[in-house]
C-alpha cells in the first residue's frame, strides 16, 4: 500500500503575477545612474575652480608696526642718609688674661675643692686648694715667742736709758753745786788776802771736787749714749722678730690657696696628697671678666675703623657672630681695644684686638647666656666710622664696578655711572651719581640697552610709546664702546 506525500497533502496555489509599478522601474533604473554620476561631476567641478580661485587668490598679512616690549624688572627707591661703615671680618677667641697657678711655700696638698678642675670657675677670693699648714702655724708660733722675748728685752734696754739719763741728771745738779761752792771759795780767799802755795790754792779753792764732778757728769753722759745704743740693738732685734712673724704669718696664709681674679680652669696639674714645692705650677687659670677676638681686616679698611691709641679715642663697636653655637642673629657686643704691631702672616693683613666683656654670660640668666668658647672661630662686624649724604646700594645692584640701573621717570633704564666712597662684600655707599627718591633696578637682565622700556610688577602695561634706539651702554649684556 503505497503512503501520501506532503506535496499531495499541500493545496494548489495559483503562480503570483508581475506588480504593475516593478515593470515600470526597470528602465528609470539607468537614467537615475545617470544622473547621480552627473551630480557628482558637478560638484567636483565646483569644488576645484573654488579650490583654484583660492589658491590664485591667497589673502595677504598686512604689516603692522611692532609694539614695544616693556621689560619687567624689580626696582627700589633709594634714600641718601647718614650711615656707618661695616667691616666684615673673622676672628679667633682667645684669652685676655691667662696665668699659671704656682705654689708660694712647700708642703703636702691636704684639700681641692671640687670645681678645681677643667671648665670649674671661681670668683676672686674663693679658696681652691690648701697645703699641710701645721709647720707654719709652729713657725708663727716660735716667731711669736721670739718677739715677745725681744720686746721685754726693748723695755729693759728702754728703762736702762732712763736711768743713765737720770745719772746725767743727778751729775749735772752735783756739778753745778760744786760750781757754786767753789764761787764761794774764790771770793773767801780774795777776802783773806794772803798768800798761799799752788797746792794748798787749789785745795782752797776747791779744784779736785769740781774735776770730780766734771767727770761724773761726762761718765753719765758717756752711759746714756752706750744704754741708748743697746736700746736701738734691742729694737733692732725686735723689729727682726716681728718681721720674722710676718713672714712666718704670710707663708702659714699662703698654705690657702685662692683665685686671684675670677677664673676658669683651663688645667690642673696637682692632686689631693701631692708634695709641692715653692714655684711648682698647680693649675692654668683664665679670667672670665673679659675674652678678647684677635681679627685680621685687610690694611685698607683700617681708615674706617676708630681704633684707641692709633686713630681715635673712643673704640668703634663691634658685633661677634657665632652662628655654629648660638644660632643665626645672635650676637654678642664688644669693641676694638688696640692695633696689633704686625701683620697677619698668610695673608698679610691687620691684626686687631676686639675685647668682649662677661664673656661666658655669667650675669645674664642660664637660659639667655651666649658664652664664648676659647679658641673658636668667629665672624665679626665693626661698626666704622660715619658717612653723611650717601645712599646705600646693593653689592649686587653695583654693575661693574662703578655703574647701577636706574628706572627713569618716563619707565626707560637710564645706564649711570656712580661714585662708590666705601664698599663691603654685601652693599656699597655711593655719594654721586643717584639722587633721592629715584628707582634702582635691582634685577638682572640678559642685554641692556640704553633707554629701553621697563615695567614692575605693580604697571604692568606701562612704557614708552616708540622703540628705543641701539644706542647702548655698559651693563650686563652690553659693553660701553672703548676708544
Known sequence: MTMPTDD????????????????????????????????????????????????TNRPKARRRPPRPNATL??????????????????????????????????GEVVAVD???????????????????????????????????????????????????????????????????????????????????????????????????????????????AGARGILKAAEASAQAAQVALETARLDLSRTTIRAPFNATVQ????DLGAQVTSGVSLATLVGTDEYWVQVAVPVDQLQW????????????????????????????????????????????????????????GLKSPPDERHPLILGAYVRVEIVGRDLADVIRVERTALREGR??????????????????????????????????GERLVTSDLAAVVQGMALRTASAPTSGPTTRPGPTSRPGSGAREPRP
Open 8 to 55: 499531495m497533502n499541500k493545496p494548489d496555489i495559483p503562480p503570483a503575477e508581475p506588480h504593475p509599478a516593478a515593470e515600470a522601474s526597470a528602465p528609470l533604473g539607468w537614467v537615475g545612474r545617470i544622473a547621480r554620476l552627473l551630480l557628482l561631476v558637478g560638484v567636483l567641478g565646483a569644488g576645484g575652480a573654488i579650490s583654484h580661485y583660492w589658491l
Open 73 to 106: 624688572v624689580e626696582v627700589r627707591a633709594v634714600q641718601a642718609a647718614t650711615r656707618s661703615a661695616r667691616v666684615r671680618a673673622l676672628g679667633t677667641v682667645v684669652p685676655a688674661k691667662t696665668i699659671q697657678l704656682a705654689a708660694r711655700v712647700r
Open 114 to 224: 671640687p670645681a678645681l678642675a677643667p671648665g670649674g670657675q671661681f670668683r676672686a677670693g674663693e679658696v681652691m686648694l690648701r697645703i699641710d699648714p701645721n709647720d707654719y702655724e709652729l713657725a708663727v708660733r716660735g716667731s711669736q715667742a721670739e718677739v715677745a722675748r725681744t720686746t721685754a728685752q726693748q723695755d729693759q734696754r728702754a728703762a736702762e736709758v732712763l736711768q743713765r739719763e737720770s745719772d746725767v741728771t743727778r751729775a749735772e745738779s752735783d756739778l753745778a753745786v760744786e760750781m757754786g761752792q767753789q764761787a764761794v771759795a774764790q771770793r773767801e780767799y780774795e777776802l783773806l788776802g794772803e798768800t798761799i802755795s799752788t797746792e794748798d790754792r787749789e785745795l782752797v779753792l776747791r779744784q779736785p771736787q769740781l774735776r770730780s764732778a766734771r767727770a761724773a757728769a761726762q761718765a753719765a753722759k758717756a752711759a746714756v
Open 267 to 270: 688645667s690642673r696639674t696637682a
Open 403 to 436: 655703574y647701577v640701573w636706574v628706572m627713569t621717570a618716563d619707565n626707560t633704564l637710564d645706564v649711570r655711572a656712580v661714585t662708590v666712597v666705601w664698599g663691603g662684600l654685601d652693599e656699597v655707599f655711593v655719594s654721586d651719581g643717584l639722587r633721592a
Open 305 to 360: 675703623i676708630r681704633i684707641p691709641g692709633y686713630n681715635a679715642t673712643t673704640p668703634s663697636e663691634v658685633r661677634v657672630y657665632h652662628e655654629a653655637a648660638w644660632g643665626p642673629g645672635q650676637f654678642r657686643a664688644g669693641r676694638v681695644v688696640r692695633l696689633m704691631s704686625d701683620l697677619e702672616p698668610q695673608g698679610r693683613m691687620v691684626r686687631m684686638l676686639v675685647a668682649v666683656s662677661d664673656p661666658l
